[in-house]
């Protein structure tokens, strides 16, 4: 089964392509084909078109929180009204803490929604989710879910106000560099003045 994925409006990408991909790993019946990134909900139904159009499951990754238009599942309906696609079933994939995603199925194919949070994508995107999706596990092959032996930590994403701290420690602040202009200007007059007494 190919497979496309889709980040919208993600801030975690790469620890959720990370966790995302430890899975596809263990999972003979299931390729990833393409990757997109979208940033706005018109975005989100071109880049879901293309995907839609080649891959068997679209995951569709973070806009759960977005509000008003801007939210994936709003966005997603508004796509599968304007394109007449049916929906089989829709299935909610509990989350342990955060928001809930959803597996929806129509025709032959699946689109799995995910929250934009690497933690909980990998707790979701298990054997327990894909038993609901019928191509993913053909007869006589066991998913099994990978062993593990010790822990894995991802550095942690900086906390409010970190990366702005680390960026200004690197670059000098207004007041230094007002300082260090009147000691040149003072350094170039003294060594004028120094100059001019030599030289009369």
Known sequence: MDCSIIYYIAYKT?????????????????????????????????????????????IVVGGLTAAGDSNVMTALSEYFTNTRLSVEWNKRVVNGSGSDGYLIKTGNKYVLV????????????GAQLLKNIDTANS?????TEPVRNHTVVFAPEPDN????????????????MI????????????ALWIYSLYHQ
Do not use: N, W
Not at 27 to 54: C, H, N, W
Not at 114 to 125: G, I, K, Q, T
């Open 14 to 58: 790469g620890y959720i392509q990370r966790s995302l991909t430890k899975k596809f790993r263990t999972m003979s019946k299931i390729t990833v084909k393409s990757g997109y990134a979208a940033v706005s909900p018109q975005d989100l139904r071109m880049k879901f078109r293309r995907a839609f159009a080649e891959s068997e499951l679209v």
């Open 114 to 125: 995910l929250p934009d949070d690497p933690d909980a994508a990998e707790r979701m995107f």
């Open 139 to 143: 007869a006589g092959e066991e998913i």
């Open 161 to 176: 106000g970190a990366m702005d701290r680390l960026k200004s420690s690197h670059s000098p602040s207004l007041p230094l």
């Open 179 to 190: 300082g260090i202009v009147i000691a040149l200007v003072v350094c170039a007059c003294a």
